[in-house]
């Protein structure tokens, strides 16, 4: 159970760093917001807290299961708390934040999730990076899920919770949807690779 709290804490956190990113991304946008994003990141892997992309994909054991959904639950913990904050304090990131939301709506279900698997993958690859010191792919990655209009699972966590009128179950069913294909993104070099070919 310790270690459980441990988890969440430090998920609670993560959550809190990418609502961060997702803040200034709402009030800056186009490229300089999608890049100042990764700051969000950044901070997630250098402090080295959970956060469910950066986590999905290097579940090795049975009891990783619990882990990750302790991380997921965190995370949506942290968002929740930064999204009411933020849509309490700087109102002015509603609509951007709402305009997304829309988006995600207009899309549906299957489409969010083959653009979260998008956005798995590019988190799995950069996080490798940053695992091993090499930061300049975190810089990268970001923005480029960003531009490519991919969906990061934890990010919209963010973006949905902060407009609570746009609450429904087709948002729930995207945004499972999301975590679903995060996950698979996560996990397609390990699924598609055969392990004596990959790249350790």
Wanted: with cysteine.
């Amino acid at each position: 159970m310790k270690q459980e709290i441990a988890i969440l804490r430090s998920a609670i956190i993560a959550g809190i760093c990418i609502s961060i990113g997702c803040v200034v991304n709402l009030r800056v946008g186009g490229v300089a917001g999608a890049v100042l994003f990764a700051f969000g990141l950044l901070a997630v892997v250098h402090y080295k807290l959970k956060l469910y992309t950066g986590t999905a994909g290097f579940i090795r054991a049975k009891g990783d299961w619990t882990m990750i959904t302790v991380v997921l639950l965190g995370n949506i913990i942290g968002c929740a708390l930064t999204a009411l904050a933020y849509a309490y304090a700087q109102p002015d990131i509603l609509p951007p934040d709402l305009a997304i939301v829309q988006s995600r709506l207009a899309k549906g279900p299957f489409a969010c999730f083959l653009l979260a698997i998008g956005c798995g993958f590019i988190m799995t690859t950069a996080v490798q990076f940053g695992r091993e010191g090499r930061f300049l792919p975190l810089l990268f990655g970001v923005p480029v899920f960003i531009l490519c209009g991919f969906a990061h699972s934890i990010a919209d966590a963010f973006y949905f919770l902060a407009v609570p009128e746009m609450y429904s179950m087709q948002l729930l069913l995207i945004y499972v949807a999301e975590v679903l294909g995060n996950f698979a993104g996560c996990n397609l070099y390990r699924w598609v690779i055969a392990k004596e070919n990959r790249i350790s």
